[in-house]
Protein backbone atom coordinates (compact mmCIF):
# COMPACT_ATOMS: atom_id res chain seq x y z
CA UNK A 1 0.00 0.00 0.00
CA UNK A 2 1.28 3.65 -1.32
CA UNK A 3 0.95 6.75 1.47
CA UNK A 4 -1.02 9.16 -0.27
CA UNK A 5 1.24 11.90 -1.53
CA UNK A 6 0.76 15.39 0.89
CA UNK A 7 -0.95 17.90 -0.44
CA UNK A 8 -0.65 21.79 0.55
CA UNK A 9 -3.87 23.27 1.26
CA UNK A 10 -3.99 26.74 1.17
CA UNK A 11 -2.91 29.29 3.28
CA UNK A 12 -5.61 30.76 5.65
CA UNK A 13 -6.57 33.93 6.22
CA UNK A 14 -5.84 36.05 9.13
CA UNK A 15 -8.87 36.49 10.15
CA UNK A 16 -9.42 32.04 9.86
CA UNK A 17 -6.42 31.95 12.13
CA UNK A 18 -8.51 34.15 15.10
CA UNK A 19 -10.53 31.47 15.29
CA UNK A 20 -8.04 28.50 15.93
CA UNK A 21 -6.70 29.04 19.38
CA UNK A 22 -7.58 30.98 22.56
CA UNK A 23 -3.77 32.57 22.44
CA UNK A 24 -3.97 35.83 20.26
CA UNK A 25 -1.90 35.12 16.73
CA UNK A 26 0.60 37.31 15.71
CA UNK A 27 1.30 38.57 12.17
CA UNK A 28 4.02 40.14 11.34
CA UNK A 29 5.07 42.57 8.30
CA UNK A 30 8.81 42.50 7.64
CA UNK A 31 10.70 44.92 5.40
CA UNK A 32 13.99 45.52 4.29
CA UNK A 33 14.04 48.87 5.43
CA UNK A 34 12.20 52.26 6.54
CA UNK A 35 9.59 52.97 3.45
CA UNK A 36 8.35 49.40 1.95
CA UNK A 37 5.17 50.12 2.97
CA UNK A 38 4.59 48.53 6.40
CA UNK A 39 2.27 50.23 8.37
CA UNK A 40 0.13 51.60 4.91
CA UNK A 41 -0.18 47.96 4.57
CA UNK A 42 -0.97 47.09 8.13
CA UNK A 43 -4.08 50.25 8.40
CA UNK A 44 -5.44 48.42 5.05
CA UNK A 45 -5.76 45.17 6.50
CA UNK A 46 -7.52 47.24 9.61
CA UNK A 47 -10.14 47.97 7.13
CA UNK A 48 -10.54 44.85 5.52
CA UNK A 49 -11.14 42.84 8.80
CA UNK A 50 -13.78 45.27 9.92
CA UNK A 51 -15.73 44.96 7.37
CA UNK A 52 -15.63 41.06 8.03
CA UNK A 53 -16.69 41.62 11.22
CA UNK A 54 -13.58 41.65 13.17
CA UNK A 55 -13.34 44.15 16.45
CA UNK A 56 -9.98 45.54 15.31
CA UNK A 57 -8.32 48.74 17.32
CA UNK A 58 -5.25 50.85 16.25
CA UNK A 59 -2.85 50.48 19.75
CA UNK A 60 -0.38 52.55 17.83
CA UNK A 61 0.64 53.74 14.45
CA UNK A 62 3.81 55.62 13.14
CA UNK A 63 3.06 57.29 10.10
CA UNK A 64 6.08 59.22 10.64
CA UNK A 65 3.67 62.05 9.22
CA UNK A 66 3.30 60.49 5.56
CA UNK A 67 -0.30 62.28 3.92
CA UNK A 68 -0.89 58.92 2.41
CA UNK A 69 -0.35 56.67 5.63
CA UNK A 70 -2.41 58.83 8.13
CA UNK A 71 -5.37 59.02 5.46
CA UNK A 72 -5.52 55.23 5.91
CA UNK A 73 -5.92 55.74 9.49
CA UNK A 74 -9.99 57.36 8.56
CA UNK A 75 -12.31 56.13 10.77
CA UNK A 76 -10.57 53.18 12.47
CA UNK A 77 -10.93 53.08 16.38
CA UNK A 78 -7.67 54.68 17.68
CA UNK A 79 -6.84 53.82 21.62
CA UNK A 80 -5.11 56.80 22.98
CA UNK A 81 -1.28 56.68 23.96
CA UNK A 82 -0.29 56.73 27.28
CA UNK A 83 1.87 60.40 28.46
CA UNK A 84 4.94 59.60 30.29
CA UNK A 85 7.26 62.75 31.82
CA UNK A 86 10.91 62.14 31.03
CA UNK A 87 13.45 64.51 31.36
CA UNK A 88 11.00 67.44 31.72
CA UNK A 89 9.50 66.54 28.13
CA UNK A 90 6.12 64.48 27.33
CA UNK A 91 6.44 61.65 25.58
CA UNK A 92 3.72 58.61 24.04
CA UNK A 93 3.63 55.55 24.41
CA UNK A 94 1.39 52.79 23.67
CA UNK A 95 -0.88 52.09 26.26
CA UNK A 96 -1.20 48.22 27.00
CA UNK A 97 -3.30 48.68 29.91
CA UNK A 98 -6.00 50.35 28.09
CA UNK A 99 -5.75 48.09 25.12
CA UNK A 100 -6.47 45.15 27.33
CA UNK A 101 -9.44 46.68 29.03
CA UNK A 102 -10.70 47.27 25.56
CA UNK A 103 -10.10 43.88 24.86
CA UNK A 104 -10.30 43.67 21.18
CA UNK A 105 -10.04 40.72 18.78
CA UNK A 106 -6.81 42.18 17.28
CA UNK A 107 -4.83 45.41 17.85
CA UNK A 108 -2.51 47.10 15.50
CA UNK A 109 0.83 47.94 16.84
CA UNK A 110 3.83 49.29 14.57
CA UNK A 111 7.36 49.30 15.16
CA UNK A 112 8.06 46.47 16.90
CA UNK A 113 11.75 46.93 17.50
CA UNK A 114 10.86 50.16 19.74
CA UNK A 115 12.58 51.14 22.49
CA UNK A 116 9.68 52.43 25.45
CA UNK A 117 10.29 55.58 27.57
CA UNK A 118 12.07 54.55 30.76
CA UNK A 119 9.15 54.51 33.56
CA UNK A 120 7.52 52.41 31.44
CA UNK A 121 5.70 48.88 32.52
CA UNK A 122 8.32 47.08 29.99
CA UNK A 123 11.42 47.88 28.65
CA UNK A 124 10.40 46.83 24.76
CA UNK A 125 7.30 47.14 22.39
CA UNK A 126 7.99 42.97 21.80
CA UNK A 127 7.24 42.61 25.44
CA UNK A 128 4.04 44.61 25.05
CA UNK A 129 3.14 42.56 22.19
CA UNK A 130 3.95 39.40 23.79
CA UNK A 131 1.74 40.79 26.78
CA UNK A 132 -1.08 41.43 24.45
CA UNK A 133 -0.67 38.29 23.01
CA UNK A 134 -1.10 36.49 26.17
CA UNK A 135 -4.36 38.25 27.15
CA UNK A 136 -6.03 36.45 23.92
CA UNK A 137 -5.85 39.55 21.90
CA UNK A 138 -4.34 39.31 18.71
CA UNK A 139 -1.42 41.14 16.93
CA UNK A 140 -0.52 42.53 13.80
CA UNK A 141 2.62 43.97 13.62
CA UNK A 142 5.47 45.40 11.79
CA UNK A 143 9.46 45.27 11.91
CA UNK A 144 12.54 45.93 9.54
CA UNK A 145 15.16 42.87 8.86
CA UNK A 146 17.95 44.91 10.64
CA UNK A 147 16.47 44.51 13.82
CA UNK A 148 16.23 40.86 14.15
CA UNK A 149 18.95 40.42 17.31
CA UNK A 150 20.67 37.51 15.60
CA UNK A 151 21.40 39.47 12.55
CA UNK A 152 23.17 41.90 14.45
CA UNK A 153 26.77 41.52 13.57
CA UNK A 154 25.77 40.78 9.33
CA UNK A 155 24.56 44.40 9.41
CA UNK A 156 27.53 45.44 11.13
CA UNK A 157 30.03 44.22 8.90
CA UNK A 158 27.80 44.14 5.84
CA UNK A 159 26.41 47.68 6.34
CA UNK A 160 29.01 49.67 8.57
CA UNK A 161 25.99 49.94 11.16
CA UNK A 162 25.22 48.98 14.89
CA UNK A 163 21.33 48.56 15.21
CA UNK A 164 20.55 49.35 18.93
CA UNK A 165 17.14 48.53 19.19
CA UNK A 166 16.73 44.52 18.49
CA UNK A 167 14.07 42.23 18.21
CA UNK A 168 15.01 38.52 19.75
CA UNK A 169 14.51 35.85 16.69
CA UNK A 170 12.02 33.82 18.85
CA UNK A 171 9.96 36.47 18.66
CA UNK A 172 9.74 36.63 14.71
CA UNK A 173 9.33 32.55 15.36
CA UNK A 174 6.02 32.83 17.07
CA UNK A 175 4.33 34.58 14.02
CA UNK A 176 1.63 32.49 12.87
CA UNK A 177 1.93 34.70 9.45
CA UNK A 178 5.08 36.20 8.25
CA UNK A 179 4.67 38.65 5.26
CA UNK A 180 7.53 40.04 3.58
CA UNK A 181 6.72 43.39 2.04
CA UNK A 182 9.86 43.20 -1.28
CA UNK A 183 10.08 46.33 -2.88
CA UNK A 184 13.43 46.80 -5.14
CA UNK A 185 16.28 48.73 -4.32
CA UNK A 186 15.67 51.38 -7.05
CA UNK A 187 12.05 51.00 -6.17
CA UNK A 188 12.65 52.58 -2.49
CA UNK A 189 15.44 54.86 -3.88
CA UNK A 190 12.83 56.55 -5.98
CA UNK A 191 10.84 56.69 -3.34
CA UNK A 192 12.95 58.17 -1.02
CA UNK A 193 13.89 60.83 -3.68
CA UNK A 194 10.48 61.81 -3.84
CA UNK A 195 9.74 62.49 -0.21
CA UNK A 196 7.69 59.85 0.22
CA UNK A 197 10.26 58.14 3.46
CA UNK A 198 12.05 61.31 5.25
CA UNK A 199 11.99 64.64 5.35
CA UNK A 200 13.65 66.69 2.38
CA UNK A 201 16.72 67.72 4.69
CA UNK A 202 17.39 63.87 5.63
CA UNK A 203 17.49 62.59 1.94
CA UNK A 204 21.11 63.83 0.99
CA UNK A 205 22.64 62.08 3.47
CA UNK A 206 20.18 58.60 3.93
CA UNK A 207 21.09 58.24 0.07
CA UNK A 208 24.91 58.37 0.34
CA UNK A 209 24.78 56.26 3.50
CA UNK A 210 22.28 53.62 4.38
CA UNK A 211 20.10 53.80 1.12
CA UNK A 212 22.93 53.16 -0.86
CA UNK A 213 21.75 50.20 -3.89
CA UNK A 214 24.35 47.76 -2.36
CA UNK A 215 23.02 48.15 1.44
CA UNK A 216 19.28 48.03 0.22
CA UNK A 217 19.92 44.92 -2.19
CA UNK A 218 21.80 42.83 1.13
CA UNK A 219 18.40 43.92 3.34
CA UNK A 220 16.18 42.72 0.86
CA UNK A 221 18.38 39.51 0.72
CA UNK A 222 18.19 39.02 4.40
CA UNK A 223 14.49 39.53 4.35
CA UNK A 224 13.68 37.41 1.80
CA UNK A 225 15.82 34.55 3.28
CA UNK A 226 14.25 35.01 6.52
CA UNK A 227 10.60 34.66 5.73
CA UNK A 228 11.77 31.77 3.42
CA UNK A 229 13.14 29.84 6.68
CA UNK A 230 9.81 31.08 8.38
CA UNK A 231 7.86 29.21 5.42
CA UNK A 232 9.69 26.09 5.86
CA UNK A 233 9.59 26.29 9.88
CA UNK A 234 5.29 26.83 8.94
CA UNK A 235 5.96 23.45 6.93
CA UNK A 236 8.23 21.20 8.58
CA UNK A 237 4.60 21.84 11.50
CA UNK A 238 2.17 21.74 9.37
CA UNK A 239 3.03 18.17 7.24
CA UNK A 240 4.93 16.46 10.26
CA UNK A 241 3.97 12.70 10.88
CA UNK A 242 3.28 11.11 13.78
CA UNK A 243 6.06 8.32 12.81
CA UNK A 244 8.53 11.56 11.58
CA UNK A 245 11.82 12.20 13.45
CA UNK A 246 11.02 15.16 15.73
CA UNK A 247 12.62 18.00 14.92
CA UNK A 248 16.96 18.27 16.17
CA UNK A 249 17.42 19.96 19.25
CA UNK A 250 20.39 22.34 19.50
CA UNK A 251 23.17 23.12 22.23
CA UNK A 252 25.44 25.84 22.08
CA UNK A 253 28.21 25.53 24.54
CA UNK A 254 29.10 28.95 26.24
CA UNK A 255 33.06 29.24 27.34
CA UNK A 256 33.69 31.42 30.04
CA UNK A 257 36.16 33.92 28.08
CA UNK A 258 33.17 36.10 26.76
CA UNK A 259 34.86 38.10 23.52
CA UNK A 260 33.33 35.89 20.98
CA UNK A 261 30.17 34.98 23.00
CA UNK A 262 27.73 36.85 21.23
CA UNK A 263 28.80 36.17 17.54
CA UNK A 264 28.46 32.34 18.87
CA UNK A 265 25.00 33.26 20.38
CA UNK A 266 24.14 34.59 17.33
CA UNK A 267 25.05 32.30 14.45
CA UNK A 268 23.71 28.98 17.38
CA UNK A 269 20.23 31.28 17.23
CA UNK A 270 19.83 31.10 13.28
CA UNK A 271 20.95 28.10 13.54
CA UNK A 272 18.62 26.64 16.07
CA UNK A 273 15.65 28.62 14.11
CA UNK A 274 15.93 26.85 11.28
CA UNK A 275 16.00 23.18 13.23
CA UNK A 276 14.14 23.98 16.29
CA UNK A 277 12.80 27.34 17.90
CA UNK A 278 13.68 25.14 21.33
CA UNK A 279 17.75 25.52 22.16
CA UNK A 280 19.71 25.51 25.02
CA UNK A 281 23.13 27.74 25.93
CA UNK A 282 25.07 25.41 28.80
CA UNK A 283 27.59 26.58 30.43
CA UNK A 284 30.06 24.56 32.65
CA UNK A 285 31.99 25.79 35.67
CA UNK A 286 35.04 24.18 36.56
CA UNK A 287 36.54 25.02 40.20
CA UNK A 288 38.86 27.22 38.96
CA UNK A 289 36.39 29.47 37.24
CA UNK A 290 33.87 29.85 40.56
CA UNK A 291 32.63 33.56 41.61
CA UNK A 292 35.62 33.97 43.75
CA UNK A 293 38.23 33.36 41.30
CA UNK A 294 37.74 35.22 37.93
CA UNK A 295 37.95 38.59 37.30
CA UNK A 296 35.07 40.50 38.05
CA UNK A 297 35.11 42.20 34.26
CA UNK A 298 34.91 38.49 33.05
CA UNK A 299 32.26 37.76 35.55
CA UNK A 300 29.63 40.63 34.74
CA UNK A 301 30.42 39.89 30.78
CA UNK A 302 29.48 36.24 31.98
CA UNK A 303 26.39 37.48 33.08
CA UNK A 304 25.70 39.52 30.27
CA UNK A 305 25.72 36.94 27.79
CA UNK A 306 23.55 35.08 29.68
CA UNK A 307 20.89 37.49 29.26
CA UNK A 308 21.68 37.43 25.96
CA UNK A 309 21.16 34.14 25.63
CA UNK A 310 17.79 34.49 26.89
CA UNK A 311 16.53 37.23 24.75
CA UNK A 312 17.72 34.78 22.25
CA UNK A 313 15.36 32.19 23.15
CA UNK A 314 17.94 29.92 24.62
CA UNK A 315 17.39 27.85 27.54
CA UNK A 316 20.17 28.75 29.43
CA UNK A 317 21.54 26.24 31.90
CA UNK A 318 24.32 26.20 33.92
CA UNK A 319 26.30 22.93 35.17
CA UNK A 320 29.39 22.42 37.69
CA UNK A 321 31.88 19.86 36.48
CA UNK A 322 35.51 19.46 36.10
CA UNK A 323 34.80 17.41 33.07
CA UNK A 324 33.26 20.39 30.62
CA UNK A 325 33.20 18.09 27.57
CA UNK A 326 31.81 15.00 29.52
CA UNK A 327 29.25 17.25 31.71
CA UNK A 328 27.82 19.06 27.92
CA UNK A 329 27.62 15.66 26.41
CA UNK A 330 25.34 14.02 29.18
CA UNK A 331 23.47 16.78 29.37
CA UNK A 332 22.74 16.74 25.61
CA UNK A 333 22.13 13.16 25.73
CA UNK A 334 19.74 14.15 28.46
CA UNK A 335 17.57 16.40 26.46
CA UNK A 336 17.79 14.32 22.99
CA UNK A 337 20.54 17.33 21.60
CA UNK A 338 21.46 16.17 18.37
CA UNK A 339 23.87 19.22 17.58
CA UNK A 340 26.29 20.90 19.90
CA UNK A 341 27.60 24.16 18.78
CA UNK A 342 31.02 25.56 19.79
CA UNK A 343 33.71 28.35 19.32
CA UNK A 344 37.17 27.63 18.70
CA UNK A 345 39.72 30.57 19.06
CA UNK A 346 43.54 30.29 17.45
CA UNK A 347 44.13 29.29 21.00
CA UNK A 348 41.59 26.58 21.21
CA UNK A 349 42.29 25.78 17.59
CA UNK A 350 45.83 24.53 18.66
CA UNK A 351 44.67 23.01 21.94
CA UNK A 352 42.14 20.98 19.71
CA UNK A 353 45.57 19.23 18.91
CA UNK A 354 46.08 17.89 22.72
CA UNK A 355 43.76 14.82 23.76
CA UNK A 356 42.36 16.76 26.43
CA UNK A 357 41.33 19.71 24.75
CA UNK A 358 36.89 20.62 25.52
CA UNK A 359 36.28 20.34 21.77
CA UNK A 360 38.69 17.29 21.06
CA UNK A 361 36.69 15.70 23.50
CA UNK A 362 33.41 17.07 22.41
CA UNK A 363 34.42 15.65 18.49
CA UNK A 364 34.97 12.76 19.67
CA UNK A 365 31.70 11.75 21.40
CA UNK A 366 30.51 7.89 21.32
CA UNK A 367 26.86 9.07 21.52
CA UNK A 368 26.21 10.02 17.66
CA UNK A 369 25.52 14.02 18.85
CA UNK A 370 27.20 16.11 15.74
CA UNK A 371 29.63 19.05 16.88
CA UNK A 372 29.93 22.09 14.80
CA UNK A 373 32.98 24.48 15.24
CA UNK A 374 32.66 27.74 14.65
CA UNK A 375 35.94 29.79 13.91
CA UNK A 376 35.14 32.72 15.96
CA UNK A 377 38.39 35.14 14.26
CA UNK A 378 36.84 34.34 11.24
CA UNK A 379 33.10 35.05 12.01
CA UNK A 380 34.56 38.35 13.34
CA UNK A 381 36.59 39.71 10.58
CA UNK A 382 34.53 38.78 7.83
CA UNK A 383 30.93 39.74 6.54
Known amino acids: MVDAPLTPTPEPSFADLLRTRERGKLKLYIGSAAGTGKTYRMLNEAHQLRQRGVDIVVGFAETHGRPETEAQIRDLETVPRRRIEYRGRILEEMDVEAIIARQPQVALVDELAHTNVPGSQRAKRWEDVVALLDEGISIISAVNIQHLESLNDVIQKALGVTVRETVPDWVVMMGDQ ?64 PDRRTVDRVLVAM ?72 AIVRFAREKGVTLVIAGQSRRSFWQHFTSGSVIDRLIRNTEGIDVLIVPLEREKDQP
Open 255 to 326: SSHPEYTAILLRKASRIAGRLNPDWYCVYVQTASESASRIDATVQRKLVENFQRAQAMGAEVVKLQSEDVAG
Open 178 to 241: VINLDISAEDLRQRLIEGKIYAPDKIPLALNNFFTEENLTTLRELALREVASSVDRSREETFSR
